[in-house]
């Protein structure tokens, strides 16, 4: 499989509008490539991989970008490595991007948390991107590794003017994130407070938004 999103698709742009279900054959890759040359709006759900080669032919235009990322490919300690990368590397390659939403749904076991430290310790670096204004973590665990990837964006984004922490389930159909909010409902105080600690660090500049 070549495309990046294994099942479904929205696509919003003001000459395109791609369904929001699709069968992912060769051909219907073809036609997504070619029809999303002016694509402005993209919103992938269920998302287990980024194909940034085929990524590349639209992503220069992309202005709004939303990702729902699968839930199985998620390790106990927050993010992998070649995740982060990936992410990393989707953003650079949107260089007029100025809205990020990435959707994540919580970990099942308890998640590494960052340290106290001052400051978020930085393992891989960043091309500055001077259009992001806002970002947003949906289903924010507080975990080392999403907030070493949060905090290296909010640091190669001058524009950056907001970044939404939402600890919660992301929103599903039927009852599935009420569940799970429920259910593990004494994980969004410390995540809360992890992401409190993630505002101190990013500094002043940018409005960290916790819900």
């Not at 390790?75 to 100025?98: A, N, T």
Request: net charge positive.
């Amino acid at each position: 499989m070549i495309i990046l999103i294994p099942y479904n698709l929205t696509a919003r742009s003001l000459r395109n509008y791609l369904r929001p279900s699709f069968d992912p054959t060769q051909h219907q890759h073809q036609h997504l490539v070619v029809s999303s040359l002016k694509l402005k709006y993209l919103e992938i759900s269920h998302c287990c991989d980024i194909n940034l080669h085929l990524l590349s032919s639209f992503s220069c235009r992309l202005q709004k970008l939303a990702i729902h990322w699968y839930q199985k490919n998620r390790l106990p300690y927050g993010l992998q490595m070649i995740l982060k990368d990936k992410l990393r590397s989707f953003v650079e390659k949107c260089p007029v991007l100025h809205t990020f939403k990435l959707e994540l749904w919580p970990l099942s076991q308890q998640p590494v948390p960052m340290s106290g430290q001052r400051d978020v310790k930085i393992n891989y670096e960043m091309r500055k991107h001077n259009k992001l204004k806002v970002s947003e973590i949906v289903g924010f665990d507080g975990s080392a590794s999403l907030a070493e990837f949060v905090f290296c964006v909010t640091q190669n984004a001058p524009m950056l003017k907001k970044i939404i922490c939402d600890p919660r389930c992301p929103r599903s159909k039927g009852n599935a994130h009420k569940w799970y909010d429920l259910t593990y409902i004494d994980r969004l105080a410390p995540a809360r407070g992890q992401a409190k600690l993630l505002a101190k660090q990013i500094g002043g500049g940018i409005d960290v938004v916790i819900l």
